[in-house]
């Protein structure tokens, strides 16, 4: 047991410092910025600090735990841990957040409770991420409802309340899937009722019990990644969200149904997995094109960018299915990647709406010479997610790639099916966004956008190029964080092969 409590710091410490905003004089919006971006920082830097120094990345079982008994009746602890798809998530989650609260500063509006909210959203996540108590991940989840929804409603566009409504309905209705799934698996066969998940991954149960319990998982982590046809609440949510609470949903939030799926679904219920694998490879393969199919046809830029999103994720679902240590690694390094990417577009969509107050591509054209920074940087931005050779998004996609061309569990006739889709996919992905940059870019420019624009400044340059940098340099040399979880893919993996002697040969 870990001698002092890391975690806890650091899940706590964001949503203390939150705590003492409302002190603050009401006026005094430039210190609260400030306050807000060093509590973000300090964070951080204690994050990486933490990992570091007390963190064995050679070590594949959960490090730095914390047990402390909550509620004794139903036997609910404080408890904590992580292993290296932990660690990927919360640096992730830290460095993220970070820049959408430096991307935050036009924000005017009662800042006050905007930052506190980003904070509370922060120690949340950071939660869900490193709890080993399934009642506890329940909680983290949930916490993350009410700041978005407030986020949106109050610092959203025209028709906040319809995509807040939405949102609310779709995953906080969602949510209640996780908590029956939670309970069955702690009060099966057994006297007193358990959440651990060190419990848990032991316990076996009969096949049909265990698929029902796996698809109430997957409903709720399928409205958050999300996966079709729970989708429809995302493209709303950032069509009216400001830019910095895009980031959040982009590049965090979005992640926690990935994470979910893998730290729950495939670890505690393998033989399940095992069944529905080829399933989650379809819907993904279908996602994928769908997505690029309907991203063409918005005539929104974050809506479009949205969209571009959901085609991304499709990309995860299929390195999950694959039950494959390649394709379970790229699908990690998929959520990475995009995370970063994503985060990178809304902001730069975010941006240049700042500049032409308009999110309609038809009434864009020709500020590629008014805004030569935001152009290039739009651009190079787009070809990253187009999984450009040299980025995180092309490594990503060719792991997955490879995961099924190579797999041994599926049929020659289902992996040429899967392949095939996936390869007009990643055709359809430049598609939509190089006519989105031609759109903005060139051409003929409009008469509501003559005059001359500013350009990125200092600061919307740095926030840019800290988000790229990483992009590259995993594209470039991707070891750097294959090696953080290379070990809990092997396990899982191998977990999973052991079950499938138990449920039977090729799922297809």
């Not at 509590?39 to 990992?51: A, G, K, M, P, Q």
């Not at 989708?231 to 926690?256: F, N, Q, R, V």
């Not at 694998?277 to 046809?297: M, N, R």
């Not at 990417?341 to 240049?352: K, M, Q, R, V, Y």
Request: charged fraction near 10%; proline fraction near 4%.
């Amino acid at each position: 047991m870990n001698q002092f409590p890391w975690l806890t710091l650091i899940v706590f410490f964001p949503i203390s410092a939150g705590l003492l905003i409302p002190f603050f004089y009401s006026k005094g919006n430039k210190f609260v910025r400030w306050y807000t971006l060093g509590i973000c920082l300090l964070e951080f830097l204690l994050i990486t600090y933490i990992f570091c120094y007390k963190y064995q990345f050679n070590n594949n079982s959960i490090q730095l735990k914390e047990d402390y008994n909550w509620i004794e009746l139903m036997d609910f602890h404080w408890r904590l841990g992580i292993d290296g798809f932990s660690v990927g998530l919360i640096l992730l989650t830290g460095f993220i957040t970070t820049l959408a609260t430096l991307s935050a500063w036009p924000i005017t509006k009662n800042p006050r409770l905007f930052y506190f909210l980003m904070l509370a959203m922060y120690s949340g996540q950071i939660g869900l991420f490193a709890s080993q108590d399934i009642l506890l991940f329940f909680l983290m989840w949930e916490l993350e409802l009410l700041p978005i929804y407030l986020l949106l409603i109050i610092w959203g566009g025209k028709c906040r309340l319809y995509a807040a409504t939405k949102f609310i309905l779709y995953t906080a209705s969602s949510s209640i899937f996780i908590l029956i799934g939670a309970l069955i698996m702690a009060s099966y066969q057994s006297d007193v009722s358990t959440f651990n998940f060190e419990n848990l991954i032991n316990k076996t149960y009969p096949l049909q019990l265990e698929i029902l319990i796996y698809f109430s998982f997957l409903i709720a982590y399928s409205v958050k990644l999300p996966v079709l046809p729970f989708h429809t609440w995302l493209p709303d949510t950032h069509g009216e969200a400001h830019y910095s609470t895009c980031m959040l949903l982009a590049g965090i939030l979005l992640k926690m149904g990935g994470y979910g799926i893998i730290r729950v679904n495939m670890e505690l219920l393998p033989r399940a997995h095992l069944l529905f694998a080829p399933w989650l490879i379809g819907v993904g393969a279908i996602q994928i094109v769908y997505a690029a199919l309907v991203s063409l046809g918005q005539r929104n830029l974050k809506r479009r960018i949205a969209y571009s999103s959901v085609s991304h994720m499709g990309f995860v679902l299929i390195g999950i299915g694959s039950i494959t240590k390649i394709g379970l690694s790229g699908a990690i390094l998929q959520m990475i990647s995009h995370g970063l990417i994503g985060a990178l577009l809304f902001f730069l969509s975010g941006i240049s709406y700042d500049r032409t107050r308009t999110l309609f591509l038809n009434q864009m054209g020709g500020i590629a010479t008014s805004m030569p920074k935001i152009f290039t940087l739009f651009t190079s931005s787009s070809l990253a997610s187009s999984a450009l050779p040299g980025t995180s998004g092309f490594v990503a996609e060719l792991m997955i790639f490879l995961a099924i061309v190579n797999n041994e569990h599926y049929s020659l006739f289902f992996k040429l099916i899967i392949v095939t889709i996936q390869g007009i996919g990643v055709i359809l992905t430049p598609i939509y966004l190089l006519s989105m940059l031609r759109q903005m870019f060139y051409g003929f420019k409009y008469p509501n956008i003559l005059v001359l624009f500013l350009d990125a400044g200092p600061r919307e340059s740095f926030i840019s190029l800290c988000l790229f940098i990483p992009i590259f340099f995993i594209g470039f040399y991707p070891n750097f964080v294959l090696a953080i979880w290379n070990f809990l893919s092997s396990s899982v993996v191998e977990r999973s092969a052991v079950n499938r002697l138990v449920v039977g040969s090729n799922p297809t």
